[in-house]
């Protein structure tokens, strides 16, 4: 499985970015794909995920009411929606997939968001 991101990109605060992460491969070994973030000098952090199999997606509390992740079954893409944002979530974001014997991730993509 490859995970591409892309999207990523300077923003002033209060502003938006959409991000994806194409994955291509056996994508039909995934059963979970998240999000991730990881700003400088701090550990990386869970932000948000979709299930293959449906369900409510699930979302870090600091950004529950203006984040949205969807998927594109057609071209097997994962997009986060990210509004509102503060200068504080200037991170290097990550696209993770969970399949049946191991993770994967992308390359990233940088958010900067100015103040």
């Known amino acids: 499985v490859q995970l591409v991101e892309s999207g990523g990109g300077l923003v002033q605060a209060g502003g938006s970015l959409r991000l994806s992460c194409a994955a291509s491969?056996?994508?039909?070994?995934?059963?979970?794909i998240s999000w991730y973030r990881q700003a400088p000098g701090k550990q990386r952090e869970f932000v948000a995920l979709?299930?293959?199999?449906?369900?409510?997606?699930k979302y870090a509390d600091s950004v529950k009411g203006r984040f949205t992740i969807s998927r594109d079954n057609a071209d097997n893409t994962i997009n986060l929606q990210m509004n509102r944002l503060k200068p504080e979530e200037t991170a290097v974001y990550y696209c993770n997939a969970v399949g049946v014997v191991r993770n994967y991730w992308g390359q990233g993509t940088q958010v900067t968001v100015s103040s």
């Open positions: 491969g056996s994508t039909n070994s995934i059963n979970v």
């Open positions: 979709i299930i293959s199999g449906g369900g409510r997606p």
